[in-house]
């Protein structure tokens, strides 16, 4: 009896020692030969042991090579009466074209599991008609599973045909100099070309485009930037879905005309498999370019004026704003004098009147908003002036505040001029008489009680000299009673 209970504990024991040296699960990536012909796969696998397959993140695309199905491979080792399982998961690529490639550098999760790998340089060759021997590796199973099952054949894929273009299209055919020209950037494609097309590296080849359709003699207004979604027009009758790859509100500041070269957009297109197989994905990634069509927008100059080069165009109409009704000799009362509408308002500018023995104007404070919206630029510039009275009588603003414009859609110049006509009342004043803004009390009453007579230029210094001779007053006194304390 004692003989069994001891081989008991002994067994027990085996047993506990072989649970606690039970491996942990880990996880490493494989990767395959990186020198094979044209016509093989190249393979990346991942090992898992110590542990079933949970989940698994997805295998890495690489540049020049299609995804061509996967293999799955488990091997079970009995060791010493201990049971080991590896589980490898292959994914086969197949190569577009000979040539080097490279495997950059990339990680898998695998239940949890983190597995890196270098990456590599892999090199492409001829087309081999009995691919060579390769030396033993932990993937050697994969061709007797092609001898088991039957090697793939290769697929035979055809390129369909699409209405695809890029189209840099202007909204006029010609403007006049300082004249608002609308030019957008289109990708146009069909709702059934959507299944073949896909962009490829598009925030990589937008600046290379944009240098290209850059002008030099323009003041630009750029739209913002925002994500590129479908939109749907009709071109030729037809239904197509329209991309907006860049849009901008182009100023010529002179005659020369605006001349955009043809650009190129290079975008991912999929050729079809010819016998569609279920457990494929049957389409083949390759490249297509597409280019615009150059275009050329004369620009014509304004006709004659006398301040044709001062003169702002655009389709501007005038908001006047008066902050009072009622008006006093000597008060100051605020103008506003706002330009409204689409054009260039960099170019928008109200001098300030010359001051007359009637009136005194000060300012004026600029204020501006720009709206880009809808493929328009537009928005409202203002300024805002104050003015004193010092004679009773109407104040004659249309003579003071004007504007001159050309408007490009009645191909004719507009004069914009003040409406408003206040009426003072009072006492003539010889001299101005300035009074605070009436939203600022504190300064109101300030002013009002403030002493008018002339001071001195230099009697801040007078004040400086004082406060000294006091300070030097309080350290005396300050030393003086330090010495009696220590008497």
Known sequence: MRLFLFFQWVLLLIAATGHAQAPAPSATIVLGTPAFPVNEYYTISFQLRGAPLERYSAFPDLEGFKKSGKLSTTTTRIVNGQTSTELTITQRYAAFAEGSYEVKPFSMKINGLTAESA???????????????????????????DQLFGKPKPQEY????????????????????????????????????QAVLNFYNFAGQLPGILRQLRQRTVWEESFDEQE???????????????????????????????????????????????????????????????????????????????????????????KEAIDRTTFRTGQAFAYTFTVEGEGNLATVNLTTP??????????????????????????????????????????????????????????????????????????????TAFRALPDDPYYREAL??????????????????????????LLALAGAGWWRARR
């Open 119 to 145: 990456g590599a340089t892999l090199k492409v060759g001829p087309q081999q008609a009995t691919p060579p021997p390769t030396a033993a590796s932990p993937l050697q199973g994969i061709g007797l599973l």
């Open 158 to 193: 055809v390129e369909p045909q699409d209405q695809a273009f890029l189209a840099l299209v202007p909204d006029k055919p010609r403007v006049y100099a300082g004249e608002g020209l609308h030019v957008g950037l289109y990708f146009y494609l069909t709702p059934q070309d």
């Open 228 to 318: 590129v979604l479908p939109e749907n027009v009709v071109v030729g009758g037809k239904p197509f879905l329209r991309y907006r790859l860049w849009e901008a509100e182009l100023y010529p500041l002179n005659t020369q005309a605006l001349s955009f070269p043809a650009v190129e957009l290079q975008m991912l297109k999929y050729r079809l498999a010819k016998k569609p197989d279920a457990g494929l994905d049957n389409r083949m990634q390759g490249y297509k370019t597409y280019r615009s069509v150059p275009r050329t927008v004369p620009v014509l100059p304004l006709p004659p004026h006398p301040l044709r080069d001062q003169v702002p165009v655009g389709n501007y109409e005038l």
């Open 354 to 431: 010359a001051a007359s023995p009637a009136l005194e104007v000060y300012g004026p404070e600029i204020q501006q908003s720009l709206t880009r919206q809808n493929g328009r630029v537009g928005g409202r510039k203002s300024f805002r002036f104050r003015l004193v009275a010092l004679r009773p009588g109407p104040v004659a603003l249309d003579t003071l505040f004007r504007l001159v414009v050309f408007n490009p859609a009645r191909a004719r110049y507009d004069t914009l001029r003040a409406g408003v006509q206040p009426v003072v009342r009072g006492p003539e004043q010889a001299t």
């Open 448 to 473: 009002a009680g403030a002493d008018p007579t002339p001071q001195p230029r230099d009697i801040y210094h007078n004040v400086r000299r004082y406060a000294n001779v006091v300070v030097v007053l």
